[in-house]
C-alpha cells in the first residue's frame, strides 16, 4: 500500500545517509587538521629558528699582521708577566689596521677605523703573549671577529646595496680629498633616478604618518595626547620638506643622511658623491680611499648604499673599508668559533655560549644527584614498603600535586629558602640545581613508581619464597628489572629540567657572567648562569646580531635535549621487557 | 675547604675498612664453617661501615653548614667587643659636636612637619579626591620639604663621617687598636657591604681569594679570624674521625654469631627510604610556609589592606619605592595581572582545547596504529621545547607578523607584545598535553560503549558525538583544568612576549601583565628584600600556588572519580 509513500523514504534516507557520511567525512576531516595543524606549528617554530641561526654560524674575520713592539707589549721593559699584562695591545692592533689605511688621520676617520673590531680583542692577544713572551719584538697574525654590525653588513643582512657598472668615460679631478668626477655623458642618470624614487617614496610615507597622526589627533582621549600627535604630525611634514628639493629635477641633488649614498669606485679608490648636477654628467664628491690616479677611466663601478646612512649603524667609510680589506683577502667569512668557545660578552661578536653550557652541566650535575636517588628511594619506599596508611595516602596526594605546581613556585621556594634562610650564594649552580632537584623530583618519583610496579609480583614472590628478606628482595631482584624505565623516566626529567628557565631567574642566575665557571667542585658556587637563561639574556638584547646568537643558542639547547630524550629512547628500546 | 675535603676522604675509607673489618670478623666468629652465622658475614661488614661512615659523615655535613656561621659570629663579638670603647668615644664625640646636633634637630623638625602635611593631604583627598589642584600643590610641598630633608640628612651623615674619619685618623696615626678600628669601620659599614669586608678579610687571611681592599684594619681582622676558622676546622676534622673510629669500634664490639646484623642494615637502609619520601612533603611545606610568611610581611608593610591587593585596579609597584608619596599609595591593586592571566590563558585555551581534543580524538578513534606511532612523537616534541624557545618564537616571529597583520587590517595601535601573541604560542605549547590527557581518558571509555552505539547503525562520529565525548567528558573536563592551571603558570613565553605594561583591557591585541611577569619583574636585578615591592612577588606567588592547587585537586578529583566509573 505504500508503494508510492516507499521511495521519499528511501529517498529521505539515502539523502540522511549521505549527510550523516559527509559528517563524518567532516569530523574526520577536521581531525586530520588538528594534527597537521599542532605539526605545522612545530615546523614553523623549528624551521623559523634554523633559519634565524643560520647566520650566526660564521662570521666575518679580520686578520691583520700585528707587530708586538717592545716598548707597547712590555711596559716596564722586565719582561714580567705583570709587565706584560700591562701592555697596550690595542695600541698594537690599531697601529696595524692603520698602516692599511695611511691616509686615515682625522679623529673621526680613525675612530670610523678603529670601530671595525672591537676593542675587547686585544685581550686575547695579551693571552697570547703572556702564554708565550718570545713573541715580543716580532709580529704575529692576529684573527679577529669584525665588529658585529660591520659583520651584519657584510652579510647583506642590515643594508640594501647594488652595484651598477658605470658607463661612459669618468675623469676625476684628483686623488684626494674634495674632488670632481665629470663625464661627458649623463653617466649618472641611472643613480639619480634611484635616488628620486626613493625620496618620493619615503616624502610619500612620511606625509602618510603626518595624516593618520593628525586622525589621531581628532580622536585623541586628553589634551596632551592631541598636543603630542599634532606635533608630531608637524614633525613629520617638516621632513617630508626635506626631500622636496632631491625630487625637484632642476635643483642639483644633494645627499644626505635620509637619502640612499652613491659611491664611485673607480682606479682603485672610492668616492662618496655629495651632490649631483641635475645634468646627470657631474658629482661632487669626498675621497674615501684613496685613487691610485686621476685618469680617465671607463671601468668605474656606481655602488648605490640604498638604506640611508640615518637608518643605518655603519658609516660610509666604514663599508669602504670593510669592502676594501674584503677584497685585499684580511676580512674573510669563517666558522665562528666564538659562539661555542667563549663565555658571555657585550659584544656579540666575542658572545658565546660555553659559561652557560659549564653551568648548565654544572646545575644539571647537582640536580641528577639529588633527584634520582631521593626520587628513586622514594618510589621504592611508597611502591614496596610503605603500609597502606593515611600518612603515605597524603604524600602520594602530595607528590601528584607537587607535579603540576608551576615552576616559578619553585624558585620563589628557593629564594626564600635556600638563599635567605641558609644563605647559600645567589647565582649558583648549587642552588640552581637544588631548585631544579626539587622541581623534577616527582617526575623521576612517578616514573620510577611505574617502573616497579611493572615488575609482576612473581618476582617478589619467588624471591620472598626462597628465603630473601624484604629489602633483599627489592634490591636484588625487582631493582634490576625495573632499572632501564627508572633510567628512562630520570633522564625525561632531567631534560625537562635542563630546558627550565623561570625558576633560575628567581635565584639570580641571570647574572651577565663574562668568565665561564670552572668545571669542577669550585665552580658550584660560582655565579653563572645555564644555557635557557642565556637564551632568555640574548633575546632582550638590542644589538640585532644577538637576535641570530640567540637562535644558534637555541639550536645547541635543542640538540643538548635531543641528545638526553634520544638517550631515554634508546635505553628504553634495548632494555624495554614486556611479562 | 681542603681540610674537610681530605676528612670526607679519610672517613670514606674509615667506611671500607669498617665493611672489612665487620666482614672479617664475621668470618672469624664463623670458623671454618662451624657455626652458622644469623646473617651473612656481607651484612656484617654493613653494619660496622654504616656505624663508622654515618656519624662521622653526620658531623661533617653539620660543620660545614654552621662553620662560617659560627667563626663569623666568633670573629664578630671579638670585634664588638674591642669596638666597644671606640664607639662610646665616637657617641659622645657626635653628642658633643653642635653641627651634628643641630642637623638631628633639624630632622625630627621637618619629619613631623612631613606627617602633617601627610595627613591634611589625606583630608584633601577624601574630599576632593587625587587629581584636584590642592593636592598638586600640597605635593609639591612636600617635595621641598622632603629636599630639606634630603639636605639636613645629607648634612648629618657628612658630618658624623667626618668625625669617625678623624677618630680613625687620629687611631691610625699611632698604629693603635686596629681590631678595634675594623670592628669599629664595620659597625658604621650598610649592610650589604658588611658581606665584603667580612670577604675581603677572609681572602687576606687565607690567601686563595684576591681581596678587594688591603689596610692595617682588615689585616687585623684577618689575623683574628685566622686561627679561629683553623682551631674550628682542625676541631670539626678530628671530631668527625674520632667518632668514625668510636662507632667503628663499638661496632666491632658488637658483633656474634646470633647478632641480627642483617635486620639492623634493613632498618637503617627503609629509614632512609622513608626519609626520602618525607622530602616531598618537606617541598611542600616549604612552598606554603615560605609564600605565606613572606606575603605575611608584605601585608604588614601595606597595613593589612588584603582587599586592595586583591580587588584594587590599579597595580604600579615602581612608584611605591618612595613611602609616603601623596597619593601614591595603594598601588598594589592586583587585578589588572589577573585579568591579562586570564585573558592570555582564554586565548590558549581556545587554541589548546579545540586542536588537542580534536587531535585525541583521531588518535585514539581514527588513526591506525602506524600513523600514531609517529604523530604522537611528533605531537610530544611540541611539549619538550623549552618555554623560552616559544617565549622567543613568540617574541620574533609571531609579535611582530600579527602587529603587521592587525597594522595592515587598519588597527592602528598595534604592538609587538601582545596577549594574543602570547596566548597563540601557549596555546600551541598545551596542545600536546591536552591530547595525550584526554586521549588516556577517551581510551578508558570501554570498548562495549562503542560496540552498543555502532549495533544501533550509528557512524563513527556519531557514536564519538553522542556515546564517547559524554561518557569521557568529566576526564576531558579535569584535563582541561589541568591545562589550564599549567597555562596559568606558565612563565617565559609570557614574560618575553606579553609586555610589562598592567593594562586592564579585555582587547588581544594590547599588550597585558600577568601574575608570573610581574614575580619575574620584581625579583630579578638588584632589590633590597624587605622593600613592600619584592614582598609582594611572594604574595603573587601565593595567589598563583593556591589557585594552580585548587585547579590540581578539582581536576584530579574529576579524573579519578570517572576512572573509578569504568574500572
Known sequence: MTDAARPPIADAVRQRLARRHRAEGRFQAFGIGAIALALLFLAVLLGSIVLQAGGAFTNYTLTLPVTLERESADPRGDMSEESLRRGSYNGLIQQSLQNEFPVASSRTELRELFGLYSGLNAASVMRRVVAEPALVGTTIEVTLPVNHEIDLYLKGVTVEEVFVDGSGTL??????????????????????DRIRDQAIAERDATLDRAARLESQAQSAASRDAREAALAAA???????????????????VELGPRTASLLVRINGGVVAVSSLDPDASTAQGRVLLTLENADPSDAWTEWVIETPSANRRITDQQAVYARALESRGMVERRFNTNLFFNADSREPELAGVLGAFIGSVLTMLVTMLLAVPIGVGTAIYLEEFAPKNRLTGFIEVNINNLAAVPSIVFGLLGLAVFINTFGLPRSAPLVGGMVLALMTLPTVIISARAALRAVPPSIREAALGVG????????????????????????????????????LLMIGMVAFVADAPSLGLSGLTQPSTVMPVQVFLWSGASERAFEMRTAAAILVLLSLMILFNAAAIVLRRRFERRW | MQLSLFTALALLVLTAIGFLAGRSRALALAGNGGTRLHSLPNYHGYFVALWAGLPGFALLAAYAMFASMAVNSLVLGQMERAAAPLQAQYESELRDDPAY???????????????????????????????????????????????????????????????????????????????????FEYGRLPSEQREVYMADARALAFGVELASRDTPELRALADTLRPIHQGLAWGGSLAALGIALAGLAFARTRLAVRFRARNRVEWIISAALALASLIAILTTLGIIFSLLFESLRFFASIDWRVADFLFGTQWSPQTAIRPGQIGQSGSFGAVPLFAGTALITLIAMMVAAPVGLFAAVYLSEYADSRVRSWAKPLLEILAGVPTVVYGFFALLTVGPLLRDFALFLGYEDAVTQSALSAGLVMGVMIIPFVSSLSDDVINAVPQSLRDGAYAMGATKSETICHVVFPAALPGIVGALLLAVSRAVGETMIVVMAAGQAANLTANPLESVTTITVQIVTLLTGDQEFDSPKTLSAFALGLVLFVLTLILNIIALRVVQSYREKYD
Open chain 2, 101 to 183: 646636633t643641630g642637623a638631628m634637630d633639624e630632622i625630627a623638625r621637618l619629619e613631623i612637619a612631613i606627617s602633617e602635611l601627610r595627613d591634611e593631604a589625606d583630608a584633601v583627598i577624601e574630599s576632593d579626591g587625587v587629581q584636584s589642584d590642592a593636592v598638586a600643590e600640597l605635593r609639591e610641598r612636600q617635595a621641598a620639604l622632603q629636599f630639606e630633608i634630603d639636605d639636613a640628612r645629607f648634612t648629618r651623615d657628612t658630618r658624623a663621617e667626618a668625625v669617625a674619619a678623624e677618630m680613625l685618623e687620629d687611631l691610625r696615626a699611632a698604629d693603635d687598636l686596629a681590631l678595634a678600628r675594623a670592628g
Open chain 1, 171 to 192: 675623469r676625476p679631478s684628483g686623488v684626494e680629498g674634495e674632488v670632481t668626477l665629470v663625464a661627458a655623458t649623463p653617466a649618472f642618470a641611472g643613480a639619480i
Open chain 1, 234 to 252: 608637524a614633525r613629520a611634514r617638516q621632513a617630508a620638506e626635506r626631500f622636496e628639493t632631491i625630487i625637484d629635477p632642476e635643483t642639483p
Open chain 1, 468 to 503: 630473601a628478606s624484604r629489602t633483599q628482595a627489592v634490591f636484588q631482584h625487582v631493582l634490576p628489572l625495573a632499572m632501564p624505565g627508572i633510567l628512562t623516566g630520570s633522564i625525561i626529567g632531567l631534560a625537562q629540567a635542563l630546558g627550565e628557565t623561570a625558576p
